[in-house]
Structure formats: C-alpha cells, structure tokens
C-alpha cells in the first residue's frame, strides 16, 4: 500500500484559512438558521441533565428517554398556553397598547409633583417652606416632559414587540418546531459530542487540556442556562402573587415580563421591576386608599426588596459564581451581544464572555509558560452546606468556577469513568507499552502503567466525562457508596479507595520481594497490605518469573542463604506464557522476570519489601536498599512451590459469551470473558460494588442509560456501583476482565481455586 505524503505548512495553512473563510460564508449565508439551531441547543443542554438523571434511575436507553421527555414538554407547553399562555399574553399585550398613554400621565404626574408637596417640611428644629424651596428648580413640566421624551421611544418599542407577540406566534410556529426536532437530535448525541470535540486534538496531552476546557466551559454554560431557567420560573412566580397581592393591575403579564427579563443579566431585572412601576403610578385606582405616587413607591419597595432577595439568596444558591466577570463587563457584553445578534445575543452575550475568558486565560498561560490550570484554594471543610429547596436547587445548578483536580466536586451523576495513567520509571522497565501496545510513553524505561489508582504514589486523574482532570479520590470522597457499593462501606469512611490497577513492563528482573498482609501492615508502616494477582498478557519464549520457595526451605536456610548470597537458590521459578494467571497471596516471595508483559490487580498498597535486588545499583552508584528483617517476618513459610491458579469455568448464561473465575479473595474478584464478535454481555451495577473492567484484546462498545464509549485494548473503565444496567457489545471477538469487590461471606485471604 503506497504511504500518504505529509502535507507541507503551506498547504495546512491554506487549507485551514480556506475552510475558516468556507464557515464564515456559510453562516452568513444562512445567518437566519443560525438562531434556530443556537436554541435547540440551548433546549437539549438544559434538559440534558433530566434527561441523564431519569435514564440512569430507570435503567432505560438515551433515545427512549430523550423521546418521552420532549413529549411531555410538548404536552406541558400546550397545556399551559390553553390554560395560563393566553390570558397571560393578553395581559402582556394590554401593557405594550397602553404604555404610550401611561407615559402621558406620568409626565403630567411629574409636573404636577410640587402641587402634591406639603406646604412646609419639619426636620427636626427646622421649618422649610414649600414655596421658598420649588421657585428655585427649574420648571417641572418641562424636566418632565424632556425626561419622558427620551425614555418614552424606547418603551414605545417595548410595547408594540409585547402587543405584537400574539400575532406573530402563527409565523413562528414552523420555527418552534424546527427548533423541536433538531434539538432532539442534539439531546440524544451529547455524550457522543464531547468526545468528537475531544478528538480533535490529536497530541494525548493535548487531548487532557481540551478535555479540561470543555468541562471548564461546560460547567460555565450549564450553570447560566439552567440557573437562569430556574430563576425565570421563581421570579415569575414570586413577582406575580407579589404585585396580584398589592392589586396592581395586569399583575400576570407584569410576572412573566419580570421572568423573561432574566434572560438579560444586570439589566433585565431593572426593566421588569420598571415597568411595574409605571403600571402602578398609571392605573385608574390604587390599592389600600394611597395615592397614585404612594402606591407606585410601595410597588418599588416590593421590586427593590424581590431583587434583593434574588441578588443575595437565589442567585449565590442556584446559578452561584457561574460567570465570575465583573457586573460592568456584564453589562457591557449585553449591551455588544444585543447590537450583534439582537435578543439572542443580548441573552448569550454573558456566558459567551465568560467562555472566551477561560480560553484566554488558557492561552495567555501558554504564552508565558505558566500551568494552564492554577490550583484553586480549597474551600474549607466546616462550611455549613446550603439546606432547604433551594439546596435541591443548587445540587442541580451548583457553583461552577474553574475546579482543579483535588476541588470539591459539586456536580455529575456518576457513570462510567476511564483515566489518563501516570507512568514510573524503574529501573527494570522497558518499552512494551509503546511497542506492544502502541501508548505515547515518556522517554527513557517505563516499568509501570499505574490505570486507575488512588494512592499518596500516585492519583490517576479522570479523562472523560464532566469529571475530567479530577482525581479519583475527590470522586471517591463527592460519590461515597453511589461510587463505591454497599459492599465497600469501610473505604467509604476512610477515604481509601479498595484497589490499585497497573500494567508492569519487565524488561529486567525485579526484585525479589514480598509483600506484608494487613495487620502486619498497619502496624509497621500504618498502610494495608498486599495481595495481588497478575495476569500474562505477553511473555517472550522462555520468560519465567519467581513465585514462592522451593521445598525445603525454612526461615533459618533463607536468612543463611541471605547472608551468604545464595538466595536465588532458595527461590522457587516458574515458567509462564501470555494467558496465565499467577494469584500473590501477602507473604509469598515473588519477582517478575524479563520479557513479560502484566496486568496487575492489588490492594490499594505500595508496601513492599525487598529481599534481594541482583546485585544491581541506583544511578549515584549505591545498591537498591533491602528490607530482610521486615520480610523475614512476614514471609509465608508454607507457600512452597506453589502452582499456577487453575481458571474455573463459570457459568455465563448469555450466548457468545464465555466466563472463567481467575481469583477469588477477600479483596477481589475476576473473572476473564471472552465475548464472540457481535455478541453482547448485560451487566448491571445494582449498587453492591463498584466494577472494573478491562478490555485485553479485540474491541467493545460500553453502552448505559444516559451514554457510550467505545473501548479497544489494552484499556481499563470503572463502572460506578450506581451506574445501573449496562451491555459491552463486542464488534469482534473480544477478551475481557472484570473485577469486583466480594461478599462479605467470602472474606478471607485465600485463593478458593
């Protein structure tokens, strides 16, 4: 097959400018879709978490779910204009007739002003006399009248849009339902979108920071949309019974105009409290036998102290520091918004800011060789959480600055969850994993992949999802039992997770080591101990590794061999090929040879003892230090040669799909599947544990309620205990791993087989 020529930097330039200039073409072009389509993406990212939340609740498909939620709101939306929309709108419509009149009676209402003064105001000792102080102002009908003259054009318009709405809706019902449609595309392919975007960057560090952007950005726009919806909804309600209470007129449309007006940041609020004053100070009676000018100024009083409470309670509550831009910028984003894009733009302008602010400050670190993601300070602890509704709310809608991997997590129902590994560098690796595997490694020898860890050694950070960049541990700590399963309530309280996940490249000997069991563990070294298992994914003719004692062999022999150097005499060696299966109880001796390629399974320690090192030293030209005394006593004297675990058939119960029990113990179970092409193993995480799943070879499609991912091997996902059902579909013949934790009854550190 002839090999593609690389393209040279002229001609990526060329065509990079000329498919930018074919974008910008296109959308000007078709400028007047582009709002459609901008709002049926709005629609599908509002409802997308509801959406999620019943899909992983029910167990049932995206496309199901995405279906019956938008036929509700269908249902909802035209219920509620036969019933509420209509009278509401004929209020609004009333509003935008009369206020050119309402305006005429309050420049006469302005000018009248002094008329309507006491005679003589007492302040404390003081008497001033009405007319020793009005002679002095100008005259008030005509500050009157030139103050209305200018801001009467502008409600003028205000008004003729609300009288016009009614009759404009016939002309937008093919938009609306334009809108509909494509937005239920949108609804059902945004965990797919996520990942496309993702993709594009091609370099895997980069791939992390545009993951990071994306969830940057994403929480930045989640938090506005579904804050200001929900704030819409309070501000409609609260403004409506407020000013029908007072008796204002029209109190309804005053209602759903104040709620619109959130939509516009800064200065929508202003604009709905306004006109409700103006519809106060204008109507034929007021209420409680004030006059015209006493009941408007209740009705400010009541907008002014509405705003307060929203400002100062609803807001921090529910949409939060979602933005973090300075009010003036956010005013002044309206402002360009509306002269760009007219209302749509005046509504997005604040989010659309906020968004280039994260990408620029991206940037400008880049520049100037700074991490792209500075830390944030951690809040602390003894913050009281919000309680009430309005905390139901904020567990929707939470805060949303820029988190850094150890920042509380606040957000996201748990789903599957894959990770960027973190390599080390011993010195008995090798290159496998590029070579074999096809992974972008650090230069120099890799001798461990660490997959999913959650260890002071190392925290491998989440790669997909909206909990990209975060730890493990921090999820872990937000998600408890909903991560973990009511088998796990120990590491639950103590915050550590149960399992340790590695690949190991032995291009050298390790060294000859044991690992203490638990008690032992945490009373030395104040850590648990370790049990592991390994399975040989690839070994060269020949390979071997050591795996307990020969016979014979007593504490005493061993630390005389020790003394003396002749402990690979003592040492028991096996013989392995790609597809075994070595079980490492705490206690037994081991140490991997040259030339084999492992999956590890362990305890969630990195206590280890070393015997013996081959006479090897570190790179200032010292030997590696040895633990003999620690492993004299924790070594397990009855694990003399010990063979190969034997793999049980298990039964499977789905066609294609075949199922070994590889290991069993107190604190894992695997099992190895082996899933036919286009044959599909059903699972489900019913809440008891958590699920690890590794794809060893071939390739699968992780399907559950509310997403997919595709996975191809060597790789590994941990499956939330709450996660629910899920199908691994395979597009060909496909090995698998899958490891969870056990039930209580088979706690014990013994391999069953």
Request: net charge negative; with cysteine.
């Amino acid at each position: 097959m002839n090999q593609s020529p690389p393209w040279t930097t002229v001609t990526k330039a060329i065509v990079a400018v000329s498919s930018l200039a074919l974008a910008v073409l296109v959308i000007w072009r078709f400028q007047d879709l582009v709002q459609p389509l901008v709002l049926a993406v709005l629609l599908a990212y509002i409802l997308h978490p509801l959406i999620s939340l019943i899909s992983n609740r029910l167990g049932l498909p995206r496309g199901t779910m995405v279906l019956a939620v938008y036929g509700t709101l269908a249902v909802a939306v035209v219920v509620t204009l036969s019933f509420v929309g209509i009278t509401t709108f004929q209020q609004a419509v009333t509003i935008g007739k009369n206020l050119p009149g309402w305006f005429d009676q309050a420049v006469d209402l302005v000018s009248t002003l002094p008329e309507r003064l006491p005679e003589s105001f007492a302040i404390g000792p003081l008497l001033l006399e009405r007319d020793a102080i009005i002679p002095q102002l100008p005259g008030w009908d005509q500050v009157a009248t030139q103050l209305f003259r200018v801001v009467e054009p502008i409600f003028s318009r205000g008004g003729s849009i609300a009288a016009n709405f009614v009759s404009a809706t016939v002309n937008v019902l093919g938009l609306i339902f334009l809108v509909f449609i494509v937005s239920i595309y949108f609804a059902n392919d945004i965990p797919r979108i996520g990942k496309s975007i993702s993709n594009f960057a091609h370099d895997a560090d980069y791939r992390a920071d545009a993951d990071r952007l994306m969830v940057d950005v994403s929480r930045v726009w989640g938090a506005y949309l579904r804050g200001q919806v929900v704030l819409a909804l309070v501000i409609f309600v609260v403004v409506s019974l407020v000013l029908a209470i007072l008796g204002v007129d029209n109190a309804l449309g005053l209602g759903l105009l104040s709620g619109t007006m959130e939509f516009l940041p800064v200065i929508g609020p202003l604009l709905g409290a306004g006109a409700a004053v103006v519809v106060a100070l204008t109507q034929d009676t007021a209420s409680f036998s004030l006059s015209s000018f006493e009941f408007g100024l209740v009705v400010l009083i009541a907008m002014v102290l509405i705003q307060q409470v929203e400002n100062n309670l609803l807001v921090p509550r529910i949409v939060g520091d979602a933005l973090n831009l300075h009010p003036l910028l956010v005013m002044v984003s309206v402002v360009m918004g509306a002269s760009l894009a007219g209302l749509l733009g005046a509504v997005l302008a604040a989010p659309v800011v906020a968004s280039l602010k994260i990408l620029g400050n991206y940037a400008w670190r880049k520049m100037l060789d700074l991490p792209p993601f500075p830390e944030e300070a951690t809040p602390p602890e003894d913050t009281p959480p919000p309680t009430g509704w309005l905390a139901r709310l904020a567990a929707l809608w939470p805060r949303t600055k820029n988190q850094s991997p150890n920042h509380p997590i606040t957000q996201s129902s748990p789903y599957p969850l894959q990770f960027t590994p973190i390599f080390k560098d011993y010195i008995w690796g090798g290159r496998a994993l590029e070579t074999l595997l096809g992974r972008a490694i650090p230069d120099g020898p890799v001798a461990e992949s660490w997959e999913i860890a959650a260890h002071p050694h190392g925290q491998t950070p989440i790669a997909n999802g909206t909990l990209a960049g975060q730890a493990l541990s921090a999820v872990q700590k937000a998600w408890g039992e909903e991560l973990l399963g009511s088998r796990n309530r120990q590491a639950v309280e103590s915050g550590k997770f149960p399992l340790l996940i590695k690949l190991l490249d032995a291009n050298r000997w390790l060294s000859v080591q044991v690992h203490p069991d638990d008690a032992y563990a945490l009373a030395q070294e104040n850590d648990y101990g370790k049990t592991e298992m390994w399975v040989i994914l690839r070994a060269q003719p020949g390979a071997e590794l050591i795996y307990g004692l020969k016979a014979g062999v007593t504490r005493e022999r061993f630390a005389q061999a020790v003394d003396e150097n002749r402990v690979e005499e003592m040492l028991h060696r096996v013989a392995v090929s790609a597809g075994d299966v070595v079980f490492v109880p705490s206690g037994t001796v081991h140490a991997l040879g040259p030339g084999v390629l492992v999956a590890e399974i362990q305890q969630n320690s990195d206590t280890t003892y070393r015997i013996y090192d081959w006479g090897r030293m570190e790179a200032d030209g010292q030997p590696r230090p040895l633990h003999v005394d620690k492993a004299l006593e924790v070594i397990d004297w009855e694990q003399i040669e010990p063979v190969l675990a034997a793999p049980r058939i298990a039964p499977a119960g789905q066609k294609g799909v075949g199922v070994e029990e590889i290991a069993h113990c107190a604190y894992f179970y695997t099992e190895r599947i082996l899933v036919g092409a286009g044959r599909v193993y059903a699972g489900e995480c019913s809440g008891e544990s958590f699920e690890i799943w590794a794809v060893l070879s071939g390739s699968v499609r992780l399907e559950w309620a509310s997403g997919e991912v595709d996975m191809t091997g060597v790789s590994w996902v941990l499956l939330p205990a709450s996660l629910g059902a899920y199908r691994l579909t395979a597009s060909k013949q496909s090995m698998l791993l899958r490891v969870i934790t056990p039930a209580d009854e088979n706690d014990e550190n013994t391999d069953t087989d």
